[in-house]
């Protein structure tokens, strides 16, 4: 049994991504992402994921300024746990609901401390990226996030009311230095 890491994403974590993947699809989450056509062309979807275009993905594309993403997976035992995000800047999107850090754990595997520890293993990378304090914002009824991100030393800022596009936010900064 080896210990959880951070990796870039690679093909050698297909078979267990596409099954996280199914997960997060049961759950509505990642349905941009089409199984099948990953399946076909695995090796790409890595390359891209690598090539940093960055966020914003779908669907905001054409109304918010992208910034460059580091996007890491979390592992262990040779298989994919969960991905990390970090967003090398902010734009107006992100300040309010999105921040430098976005973190997943696969539904299957929660609960057994990897959210803590995705978090944690991202800091250093966020430093590395230039980022002294990094921004989390989460849904004030997002208990599990909310625990991770204090557990890691995450200071509330401010609440953000839900408006007619987007749901309401609850924002922390963590220091990374
Ligand atoms: C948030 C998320 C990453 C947590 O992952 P996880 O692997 O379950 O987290 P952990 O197992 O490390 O648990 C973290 C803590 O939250 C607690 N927790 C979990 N669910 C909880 C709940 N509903 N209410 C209160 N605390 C809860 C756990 O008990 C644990 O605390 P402890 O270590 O003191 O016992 C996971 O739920 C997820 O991927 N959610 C969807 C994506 C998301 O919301 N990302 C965060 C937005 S940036």
Redesign the pocket.
Request: glycine share 16%; hydrophobic share 45%; net charge positive.
């Given at each position: 049994m080896s210990a959880s890491k951070l990796v870039r994403p690679s093909v050698d974590y297909q078979e267990s991504f596409l099954e996280a993947l199914a997960e997060y699809h049961e759950k509505n989450?990642y349905l941009y992402n089409d199984i099948s056509l990953l399946k076909g062309d695995f090796k790409a979807f890595v390359k891209e994921l690598k090539t940093e275009h960055g966020y914003p993905h779908q669907p905001y594309q054409e109304w918010v300024e992208p910034v460059q993403e580091t996007v890491t997976w979390l592992v262990k035992d040779g298989k994919y746990i969960?991905t990390v995000d970090i967003r090398h800047r902010l734009n107006w999107h992100l300040e309010k609901w999105g921040?430098h850090?976005?973190?997943?754990?696969r539904?299957s595997?929660?609960?057994?401390?990897?959210?803590?520890?995705?978090l944690f293993k991202a800091i250093p990378i966020a430093n590395y990226l230039g980022i002294d304090k990094a921004l989390?914002?989460?849904?004030p009824d997002?208990?599990?996030?909310l625990?991770?991100?204090e557990?890691c030393g995450g200071v509330f800022d401010d609440e953000l009311p839900a408006t007619d596009q987007f749901p309401a936010r609850k924002r922390y900064w963590l220091d990374c230095t």
């Open positions: 989450r969960g921040g850090i976005h973190f997943v754990i539904p595997m929660r609960g057994m401390g990897f959210g803590k520890k995705i989390l914002t989460v849904h997002n208990k599990a996030a625990h991770v991100i557990s």
